[in-house]
């Protein structure tokens, strides 16, 4: 066969294979029901009672587990109830605290001053917008993003941890691999109705399934919708059923 046939040949059956949309709107929408039917009513993991509480839990969670941060914060709003506690607190006594969470130097320095300016400009209450929150010390998107979601329940943005950023690009939602993008890339997507609970269900799913090293692939409520290439397991590999 010539190699002008051959290459007709090869563009034709290309033309054939359909071309597979992994943001078509119809496998956004099954994603999020199977998520839904998944994890019906998940929340936040962090303990807390108050905005407050949970402002300094997510804080402390940056490089931890929420396990370790639950097993802290209980000792640590013991000994500082409110915010006036953390702002007048000394940084040595604060660090000892929260040591075991890692990092604890700077995390300390974060709580001391996110409670100062609480106090200085927002009369020791936490805000409730995006831009406010932002400005204080140790608070970034996502920690702004938890409190919205999970303390005033304001579907401002995506929260974008470890999981979500990992199970994202896994379910190739975004190509992005830094949060705030891959953030902007799930806000175009994702319903805004469901940006709270996708957040907690793609993290839920991530600890107990789709793992890291070796995601649970047999058990995966969204395997039939996964095409990552690092899948332990496929539905696609079994032999068609018979009759």
Known sequence: MKVAAKKAVKKAVKAK?????????ERIA???????????????ALHHRSAWELMVAT???????DARVNMVTPGLFKKFPTPTDFA???????????????FYHNKAKSLNGAARKLIAEYSGKVPETMEELLTL???ARKTANVVLGVAFH??????????VLRLSRRLELTKATEPIQVEKDLMEIIPQDHWIAFSHEMIHHGRQVCIARKPRCVDCTLEPLCYSSDKTWSSRD??????
Not at 17 to 25: E, H, I, N, Y
């Open 17 to 25: 294979k359909p071309r597979r949309d992994p943001l078509a709107p």
């Open 30 to 44: 099954a994603i999020l029901e199977r998520l839904a039917e998944a994890y019906p009513g998940a929340e936040c």
């Open 59 to 65: 804080i402390l969670s940056a490089q931890c587990t």
């Open 88 to 102: 007048h607190a000394p940084l040595v006594e604060l660090e000892e605290q929260i040591r075991s969470t890692g």
């Open 137 to 139: 010390p140790g608070v």
């Open 154 to 163: 304001k579907a401002v943005g995506v929260v974008v941890d470890t999981h």
């Open 238 to 243: 079994l032999p068609p059923a018979k009759g």
